[in-house]
Every structure is written in C-alpha cells, then in structure tokens.
C-alpha cells in the first residue's frame, strides 16, 4: 500500500509529490490518465507558461482570486509567490519577471517548467504512471482502494486529488460526500452585436470599464483590447471572471460601459472647448484633442453620433459637444455572448471550500482524502495566479499529508 496515490499529473500534482515525498512519506505514486504528464503546463501562457506572479504581498495578491480569496490569505501566508519563485529558482529553473509582474522561465519555454518537475519528482523517488485513468476510489478503513481503467487497483493510505477542471474528478469527490459548485467558464473575452467598432478591431488602449450584469455591477481599469466581435484585453478577462458565475446565469447578457479616456467629464469639456477655441478651422473627425486616443476610434465614435463629416470644429454646437463627452466617458455596448477565451482559460467551481480544512488540505468529510489545485472551486484572474494557487495548495497538501 502506498502512503500517497496522487490523481493527475499536473502542475498541482508534481507539487504535491515532490513536497509530501522529500517530507518524509515514504512511497509516493502519480496516476495520471493521459499518456502526458504536465499537458496544460505545456501549452501555458502562449507556450511560455506563466508559472507566477511579482505580486509579493499577500493583501493584493489574494484580489486576483475572484473565488478562493478569503481562504487563501492563509495558504499564502506559508507558501506565497516568493516562496515558488525561491523554490523553481533553487531547483534550477532561472525564472525573469516582465513589466507587468509575470513570471516567466527565463527560456521563455514551458518545456523546461516540465523538465525541472519531471526531473525533480524522479530524484526524489515519485512514482508515475500514465495511462492510468482513475474510474473509482472505494474508502476502506485504513485507506483507499482505487481502481485503474484497465482493471488494475492500487492501494493508498492518503489520496490527493489533483484532477484539474477534468469531470472525472469531480466525480470522484461527489463518490467520497463531497459537493460540487457548479463549474462554468471564466477567463473570456465579451462580444457584442454593435457593428460601429469593426473598424477599430486591434486596437488597444487603456480604459475604465463597467460590466452591470442583472443589476449588480463591476468595475476595472486597464487595458482593453477592441476585437472583430466585440472586446477583450486584461481589463475585460478580469471582468469576465469576476462576473463569471451571474454572467452564466444571465446567459451571457450585460451591458459594457467604457471610458475611453479614463478622464471625468470636467476634463473632457474643458479640453474639447480649449481645443475648440484654437482650432476652429480644422474638421472635427480628422483631428482630436486627444493624443492617446487612436483616430480610428475617434472616427468610428463621432459616426455613432452622426457627426457630419466635413463639419469645423468652430461650427460643433454645444449639444454636440455635450454628446461628445457622453459618448468618450460612458459609451455601452450591449453584451449578449461569451466571446472566445483568452490565452489562459479556467473554471470557475469544482470542490465546495467549506468541505476542506486549509490547514492540511484534507476533506472534513472523509479522512485520508485530500485536494490541490483547479479540482477547488477557487481561480485566479490572468496573470500566473493560477499556477501560484496550484503550487500553494498543493505544497500546503504534501505537508498536511506528510505530518499526519
Ligand atoms: C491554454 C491555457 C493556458 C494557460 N496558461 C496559464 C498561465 O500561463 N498561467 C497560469 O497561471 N495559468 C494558466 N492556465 C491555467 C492553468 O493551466 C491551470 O490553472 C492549471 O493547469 C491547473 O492545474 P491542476 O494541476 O490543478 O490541473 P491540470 O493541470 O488540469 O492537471 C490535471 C491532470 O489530471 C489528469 N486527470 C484528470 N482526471 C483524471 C483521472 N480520473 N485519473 C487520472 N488523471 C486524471 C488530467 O489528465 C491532467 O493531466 C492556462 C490554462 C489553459 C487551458
């Protein structure tokens, strides 16, 4: 009997191996159902894998977790962004921080995040086997019994499940007591049937936005990028998560409030009239106050207010100006489906937070089991908080296990 059966092999799967083993378990097994391990680890971040964050303090780290937040200011507490950073790095992986707080290996290859793990769990003794797909765990009294797609059984003391956003493992969890939250997509981008921004398509600019999504309403400054059928960027994803669960429920359908320019309306005006003053001679939709904002969607605003196009900047009226204004800081757009999903794509849902003790990992329900990792229901927004609550929980599990 092993002291440790881990199912999946993926990013919170290796670390909860390589932490329960080298803490003194003595026989730790991996069964991962595909015939690769660290698959999603593989295709991260564009083919770069954006393993962590520079977010080092723990208060601002846990706002990217639009799920999970509360639990896991405790889970950082002992194993944070600086410890995987120190962890990777002593383990040989160089890792580079970009401008925007992404950590990244400094290869720029996922393929080298697999060798280091792969490398790492073999040293330390982990045994993995692919192919192995988990059909069931029977509890026993001192232990589990588990059973393998092929008829093969193993037998394990403590289980962690490890099983990613897969069905089966939260079927798993349901079969041990558990409840599920209801898993549905997060992380994508917003489309609309509005066609005055086609034009546009491929620019990105730095905006405040407003989601109202039945009535309640979110809010994110950053950058946003215009598509073919409606928006994406950081600041629509970060949306799109934090929404995830009443945006599934309102199928889809809300209504995206944008200030172009991230001014007050104050600001605008008083721009718009000093330009006005010194520019009287030149057309209002060849040339703009504004340096920032891209011409392109300077034009294709100005047509949804039907701006005559030879119009002079000395003839704009004064409700005209006012239109303006309007339609640069608080221009909606109807939102009526989820878009495509970005680089990085999670679930939100999966294992019901109140089942687990964040102590150890274990299940309040049933002794001996154990969860890391995408299985929970907890997600992060874009930006390696993912992977960081991977490696967090599961190295908080491969201790919980270790000590008992
Ligand atoms: C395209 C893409 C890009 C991403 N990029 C990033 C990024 O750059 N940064 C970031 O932080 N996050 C990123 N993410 C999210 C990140 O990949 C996941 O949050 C993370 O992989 C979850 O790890 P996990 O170990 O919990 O699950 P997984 O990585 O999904 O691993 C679960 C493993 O369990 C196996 N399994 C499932 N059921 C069974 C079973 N019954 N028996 C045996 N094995 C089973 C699966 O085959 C799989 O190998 C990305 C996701 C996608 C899809």
Redesign the pocket.
């Known amino acids: 009997m092993s002291d440790l059966v881990i ?7 290796f670390m909860g191996a390589i932490t329960a083993i080298n803490k003194g378990l003595g026989s730790v097994v991996v ?4 015939s690769k ?5 593989r ?3 564009g083919g ?5 964050n520079s977010c080092w303090d723990i208060s601002n780290l846990v706002k990217n977790y639009p799920r999970g937040e509360k639990q896991l200011i405790g889970l950082f507490n002992r194993f944070s962004t600086v410890e995987a950073f120190d962890w990777f790095q002593e383990k040989g992986l160089s890792l580079k921080i970009e401008k925007d707080g992404r950590v990244f290996p400094r290869s720029d290859s996922s393929e080298d995040v697999i060798k280091c793990l792969t490398a790492v769990a073999k040293k330390s003794g982990v045994k993995i086997f692919t192919n ?4 069931q765990i029977k509890k026993k009294q001192n232990g589990f019994n588990i059973l393998v797609k092929g008829n093969n059984y193993f037998e394990a003391k403590n289980i962690l499940i ?5 069905p ?2 939260r079927r ?1 969890a349901i079969s041990l007591g558990h409840s599920i939250v209801q898993p549905v997509p997060s992380l994508f981008s917003l489309s609309t049937s509005e066609k005055s921004l086609t034009s546009c398509s491929g620019i990105t600019l730095n905006v405040h936005a407003e989601l109202t999504v039945n009535k309640k309403k979110y809010a994110e400054t950053g950058s946003i990028l215009i598509t073919h059928k409606g928006f994406s960027g950081p600041v629509v994803l970060r949306l799109s998560a934090f929404s995830a669960r009443n945006l599934y429920s309102n199928k889809y359908k809300g209504e995206l409030r944008i200030n172009w320019l991230c001014m007050s309306e104050n600001e605008v005006r008083k721009k718009l009239d000093l330009y006005k003053l010194g520019n009287g001679k030149k057309v209002v939709i060849n040339n703009k106050p504004f340096h920032n904002l891209p011409r392109f969607l300077w034009r294709a605003l100005l047509l949804t207010l039907k701006i005559d196009s030879k119009l002079k900047w000395a003839d704009l009226s004064k409700s005209q100006i006012y239109s303006i204004v309007k339609c640069l800081i608080m221009k909606s757009y109807l939102i009526n489906s989820r878009g495509p ?1 970005g ?4 679930t939100a849902g999966g294992v019901s937070l109140d089942e687990i003790n964040f102590k150890t990992m274990e299940s309040k329900i049933c002794e001996g089991l154990f969860f ?4 929970l229901n907890i ?2 927004i ?9 490696w967090t929980s ?1 190295w908080v599990a491969g201790n919980g296990i270790s000590v008992k």
């Open positions: 199912i999946g092999g993926g990013a919170s799967g069964l991962e159902g595909t391990v660290l698959e999603k680890v295709i991260s971040g770069r894998c954006n393993l962590t192995s797909h988990v059909k490890c099983t990613g956003s897969h089966s493992g798993l999903y680089e990085e794509f999670v890391a990792g995408e299985v997600d992060g874009t930006g390696g908080f993912n992977f960081q609550h991977c599961a």
